[in-house]
């Protein structure tokens, strides 16, 4: 089983940056698909950004070129360095562990884009 655990979420105006970071624990980290997700108000949870045992990275359309994910075996954490946020960044933000058919989620981070 894994622990999952994010920060780094704020209030930040648009045209800004924050960096996301969602540690784990629990298992071993160098095995598992990370992603980051999304649920705005009123929304339904969105995939932002995935990457993969190996480094690959798949990323949302309405991301790509401002958001960038990462991990850091090492240090059993995966990152997300959000830039140019705007608005409809605002939502609170969840870390995924998937390996097979288990799926592990954080208890998530708020972002607000505003000014």
């Known amino acids: 089983q894994v622990q999952l655990v994010e920060s780094g979420g704020g209030l930040v105006q648009p045209g800004g940056s924050l960096r996301l970071s969602c540690a784990a624990s629990?298992?071993?980290?160098?095995?598992?698909?990370m992603e980051w997700y999304r649920q705005a108000p009123g929304k339904q949870r969105e995939l932002v950004a995935g990457?993969?045992?190996?480094?690959?990275?798949n990323y949302a359309y309405s991301v790509k070129g401002r958001f960038t994910i990462s991990r850091d075996n090492a240090k059993n954490t995966v990152y997300l360095q959000m830039n140019s946020l705007n608005r409809a960044g605002t939502a609170v933000y969840y870390c995924?562990?998937?390996?097979?058919?288990?799926?592990?989620w954080g208890q998530g981070t708020q972002v607000t884009v505003s000014s």
């Open positions: 995924s562990a998937r390996r097979g058919s288990d799926k592990y």
């Open positions: 990457i993969g045992i190996g480094g690959s990275t």
């Open positions: 629990g298992s071993i980290f160098s095995g598992y698909f």
